[in-house]
């Protein structure tokens, strides 16, 4: 598959995607021609090579007619739908638009109260931002992009101005719009992300990611409008071809992990601890004995997390512990495939743990309490349940019938 890796170091914004394709590789001439199939007028697209902070990169710039511009301020859902309907795009284009004006809609309509069929875009149902949008999908499936993937986004910080009056950086249909996706403030006093870059972004369902493992073939930097001192202000682009890593058939996601030391607290609380950890979604809760400074023994409370759970489990691990600090990273993982099932032995019903790389099963597991649960109505030791179990599995063929 052929890759596109947007780094949002500073942000994205319509036109700095526009900038960053055309930047890649895309002519910009083949760009108008196709965006010509939208039955607007009166507008002109203007590229240019700028520096950012020492970084050549494009400036892609709308420049609309004052009455057309007016013409469409303000537009409702149903004025774009017509609009877009009435183009020559090909069905494909004509849904991605479709999707990402109806986020734009519904985020506007949420964050001011108000119903989805009477939400004016303003600022957002231009000119500007059609071709921006348009430009971007068009763009991409010139040069062939099967997968967007994104960084961590930049939003930038302040206050902007807009039809609604005064509103503070990220605005709050971009916050809406950019639900999901791991974003940040490099404290640069500016919109860096705006609700058209968050809306395309989250139209493209574009992947959050570190750089994927790829075969690069082309970098383009789209400009964004101001020069920021000591931060280049572009958005990167970086496409290329995927290349299968080693066991790619792995599940792999990103985890946060949570550390604390302790060596004040009585041992017999951490069974406590760990089952209010595990309750609040721990994925996994390890104690390891440590050595402290001068000489203290201790323990450090290792929990494996998701970003979603992190705040309910830090709560949990404070209220419950006698430490008073934590450590946090994220992590990578790769794990094998899994799922629980509940088969039926001579010892009665009993669920299975089975792990598999791809299509192949590399275990099968009786599950812990179930074995307990049988050791007491059987009175019979767990060690030898499971020993029994595992026989009958092997006899029964459950590998090769799962």
């Not at 060596?263 to 390891?288: R, S």
């Not at 409370?301 to 934590?326: P, Q, W, Y």
């Not at 099932?341 to 590399?362: H, V």
């Not at 307990?372 to 063929?397: F, G, H, V, W, Y």
């Amino acid at each position: 598959m052929k890759i596109a890796f947007f780094d949002c170091f500073s942000g994205i914004s319509g036109d700095m995607c526009l900038g960053a394709i055309v930047d890649a590789g895309l002519d910009i001439e083949r760009l108008k021609d196709e965006l010509a199939k939208l039955s607007i007028k009166d507008y002109h697209l203007i590229s240019k090579k700028v520096s950012r902070n020492g970084i050549s990169s494009t400036k892609v710039d709308v420049i609309v007619d004052k009455d057309e511009s007016q013409n469409m301020e303000g537009r409702r859902w149903q004025d774009i739908v017509e609009l877009i309907n009435r183009s020559k795009f090909s069905e494909p284009i004509k849904e991605k638009g479709l999707h990402i004006f109806r986020r734009l809609f519904e985020a506007e309509a949420k964050v001011h109260g108000e119903p989805f069929e009477s939400i004016h875009l303003h600022e957002l149902g231009a000119v500007d931002c059609l071709v921006d949008i348009f430009g971007a999908l068009i763009g991409l499936k010139l040069l062939q992009i099967d997968k967007v993937y994104v960084s961590k986004i930049n939003l930038g910080s302040g206050m902007i101005k807009t039809s609604h009056g005064m509103l503070p950086v990220p605005a709050p249909a971009t916050l809406e719009l950019i639900k999901g996706y791991q974003v940040y403030s490099s404290g640069a006093p500016f919109e860096l992300t705006t609700p058209t870059g968050a809306a395309i972004l989250s139209g493209l369902d574009a992947d959050f990611s570190h750089l994927p493992i790829i075969k690069t073939e082309k970098t383009g930097y789209g400009a964004g409008n101001k020069d920021i001192h000591n931060m280049p202000n572009v958005l990167r682009l970086v496409i290329g071809e995927e290349t299968h890593e080693p066991y790619e058939f792995l599940d792999k996601d990103t985890v946060t992990v949570i550390e604390a030391n302790i060596d004040d607290m009585n041992p017999q609380f951490y069974e406590d601890v760990m089952e209010k950890l595990f309750g609040a979604g721990a994925l996994d809760v390890a104690l390891e004995n440590v050595i402290m400074k001068k000489g203290r023994p201790a323990i450090k409370l290792s929990i494996i997390a998701h970003e979603k759970d992190v705040g309910l489990l830090t709560e949990v691990l404070f209220c419950n512990t006698t430490t008073i600090g934590a450590r946090f990273y994220t992590a990578r993982r790769k794990t094998l495939i899994r799922e629980v099932k509940t088969i039926n032995t001579k010892l009665g019903d009993i669920r299975i743990k089975i792990s598999k790389m791809g299509n192949k099963i590399l275990n099968i597991i009786p599950e812990y309490d179930d074995l307990k649960a049988l050791s007491k109505k059987t009175d019979l030791p767990i060690k030898k349940i499971n020993e029994m179990l595992l026989n009958e599995i092997k006899r029964e063929d459950y590998k090769s019938s799962n």
